[in-house]
């Protein structure tokens, strides 16, 4: 089996940082926070080495404000969950780009709102789903 | 803009009553009065409990059990979908999964976890029930 070597405090960084970028947007009224939250997510798809929460995290980590917690993880798992936050930024981008605040902040809600999930639960959405639907199946 | 933060804290009042509601419905599951017969008595271990599509089982907990399996070869794990154990997802009144139920030598459960758990947790929940071979 393939080794893996995790950084969940990454994770969690990454994570916290878009929560709060979301939050604050929502707050505000803020919309380009909803384009900045689609970005950070791609770019940290994409891109890790050049997202800017990781590149934040690295320097934090560089001056010892915050320790990495390295574990022997698949990410597969969690880029799944970016991947998935990620799409439906990215309906919240394009209904606040055609002018529907309501739909654009309501998507915003969600991603904040699983995330939060994820980041104190350590919750799956998807996995509830699937064991929701399995259940139905089986009665 | 008060109506936005009064928003956000209803969102992260239903996230912490949410992630109390999963811990209340694992303690639940602990005090159900259900034997498993799994794997014979005398013996700790845990049922996983998966379905098909799941990322989180197939590639975070099955490899988390694997390496459990390798630091306490004494511990039996069973993998079983929830279409399997429908009976027991239905006693237990499991929500999610991936779920790892832990199971004592006399049969009862001790521990319920609805979500993914790493091996370290399971470690200890397992170090209540049941001691490693060598510290007998």
């Not at chain 1, 574990?71 to 799409?87: T, V």
């Not at chain 2, 306490?72 to 993998?79: G, L, Q, S």
Request: hydrophobic fraction near 55%; proline fraction near 4%; glycine fraction near 6%.
């Amino acid at each position: 089996m393939k080794a893996f070597r995790f950084d969940r405090s990454a994770l969690r960084f990454g994570q916290i940082s878009l929560i709060v970028v979301l939050a604050i947007g929502f707050v505000l009224n803020i919309p380009y926070a909803i384009y900045a939250g689609a970005l950070m997510l791609l770019s940290a798809l994409v891109l890790p080495a050049w997202a800017p929460q990781l590149m934040i995290y690295r320097w934090f980590v560089h001056n010892n404000w915050v320790n990495t917690a390295i574990y022997d993880e698949d990410p597969a798992p969690h880029r799944f969950a970016q991947q998935m936050g990620f799409g439906v930024l990215v309906i919240g981008t394009v209904a606040a780009i055609l002018g529907s605040a309501m739909i654009a902040w309501a998507a915003t809600l969600v991603v904040i709102a699983l995330a939060l999930l994820n980041v104190t639960t350590g919750f799956c959405a998807g996995c509830f789903v699937y064991a929701q639907i399995a259940k139905l199946r089986s009665a | 803009m008060n109506e936005r933060i009064i928003v956000i804290v209803a969102l992260i009042s239903l996230v912490v009553f949410f992630r109390w509601y999963i811990g209340w419905r694992s303690r639940r599951a602990t005090q159900q009065d259900v034997k498993l017969t799994h794997f014979p008595l005398g013996q700790a271990g845990i049922i996983a409990l998966h379905t098909d599509h799941c990322v989180q089982c197939e590639r975070l907990q099955k490899p988390a059990l694997e390496r459990l399996q390798k630091r306490r070869n004494d511990i039996a794990v069973v993998w079983r979908s929830i279409q399997e154990e429908a009976q027991l997802v239905k006693q237990l009144g499991i929500m999610t999964v991936p779920t790892t139920v832990v199971r004592n030598a006399n049969g009862q459960i001790t521990n319920v976890n609805m979500g993914y758990v790493d091996e370290d947790v399971l470690m200890q929940q397992l170090a209540i029930v049941s001691a490693p071979p060598h510290c007998l």
